[in-house]
């Protein structure tokens, strides 16, 4: 499928497990991000990568582990995870030629 | 310290009337800004954007308004539609990242 998906879709877990959140786009953009969106903060950028093996910071990278071994993938993984860490994760991919950012339907985290 | 805001969580408004959505942002160095729309259960999609060297972008029914020298940005939807019920997010672009604003949920009231 053409586009940027994200598995899985819905996720429970207990506090202290591991989760890996998944991202693939098909488009070969350079860059893709991390967000978490919650009630009154919008979207925060957890982290970005400007291409394979490149991986930053963004406002929000605590308690969160990135890689990106190839282009199209860019998984998330909660190393221990939080309760604060319930929230609606979003992947989002861009090119070198726009501004503009391509979403994920989201995955819906909650950690008991 | 959030630097893209979106002080209005909610609106409401007539169909065929006009939906005016506003952000204000403290950064400077934003060169381009960008309004998303999102439904419920699904990834937010572009909407419209401008680019800080300009005042007045439109497409369509969407026009959005840019205001240099006081920070702030607004969204013109006419007219108002049902389908246009939906969170709608301020963006502003610097350095290939977008700060996001909070938020407005808009309802279209028939």
């Known amino acids: 499928d053409a586009g940027i998906t994200q598995s899985p879709r819905y996720k429970i877990t207990e506090t202290g497990r591991q989760v890996t959140l998944m991202c693939h786009q098909t488009w070969s953009h350079s860059y893709m991000f991390w967000y978490r969106q919650d009630l009154g903060h919008g979207l925060r950028l957890i982290y970005y990568?400007?291409?394979?093996?490149?991986?930053d910071k963004g406002e929000v990278p605590d308690g969160y582990v990135v890689s990106r071994s190839k282009t199209e993938n860019f998984p998330l993984t909660l190393e221990s995870a939080t309760r604060s860490q319930t929230s609606v994760y979003f992947c989002?991919?861009?090119?070198?030629?726009?501004?503009?950012?391509?979403f994920g339907p989201g995955t819906r985290l909650t950690v008991t | 310290d959030q630097q893209v805001k979106q002080n209005s969580p909610s609106l409401s408004v007539q169909e065929g009337r006009i939906s005016i959505l506003n952000c204000d942002y403290t950064n400077s160095m934003f060169d381009y800004f960008l309004w998303y729309k999102k439904y419920p259960a699904e990834g937010p999609t572009f909407l419209i954007s401008i680019s800080s060297i300009k005042d007045k972008n439109e497409d369509g029914r969407f026009t959005v308004f840019l205001n240099k020298s006081a920070k702030h940005l607004s969204l013109h939807i006419v007219p108002s539609q049902p389908g246009d019920s939906a969170v709608y997010f301020c963006?502003?672009?610097?350095?290939?990242?977008?700060?996001f604003g909070a938020g407005t949920t808009v309802t279209v009231r028939a």
């Open positions: 989002a991919s861009s090119g070198t030629e726009t501004y503009e950012q391509y």
């Open positions: 990568s400007a291409a394979a093996d490149i991986t």
């Open positions: 963006a502003a672009h610097n350095d290939y990242k977008l700060s």
